[in-house]
């Protein structure tokens, strides 16, 4: 019963995680189409960015939850010690989300992005080292498709950096859109910014296909 909870849970997140990046694709494809008003586009933009925090929740959330799925299924023995960690950086994560919300448009915001991008990149590391260890049969996580979908997981931070990295100009734009209107080199840059960004959300989204097929069939 707990192990079915627990992959309920698991699932659930991916299901959310994947259904709320398709609202914020879908919107962030309306924001840069011109011949909308400036309200329009804005109000597309605005209910991206909140849309968004759903499936960095989700993001932040999964991992401590697959080490319960690990753990209640049998696939390795979990030391308390790494329950503590995942669950402390998770909470951490979230916390560091909501605040980067509340700031937002202030030179603290700036801040807390750039302790979420770095974040990011460390947990890369971490995980990209766990999934390596695993699949070279050392560590305590299994190897074969378990660490081949850890992998995928670590692979998934990169894309997140790329994305951020990639929506950066929007917002800047979005001001200049506001202030001066539109013109042929804006809208240029308002594309530019968001189809780069959906480049690195179509990454993703095969990331989590490939990751939900590691989980469900183990190949091997």
Known sequence: MEHSLWVFLHVMLLVYWLGADLGVLLLARAAKRAELSFAERAFALRMAVAIDLVPRLCFAVMFPVGLHVTASGGFAVVPVSAFIAAWAVSLGWIALLFAIGKFEGTPR?????????ALQALLLVILGYLALDALSGNGWLPGAWFGA??????LIFALGIG???AFRPIGPAFVQLATEGSSPALEARITA?????IR???GLYALLIGIAFLGITKPF
């Open 163 to 165: 994305i951020d990295f």
């Open 200 to 202: 690195y959300v179509l």
């Open 109 to 117: 915001a700036e801040q807390l992005n750039r302790a979420h991008l």
């Open 193 to 197: 910014a968001v189809d780069g960004a």
């Open 149 to 154: 979908k850890l992998l995928l997981f670590a």
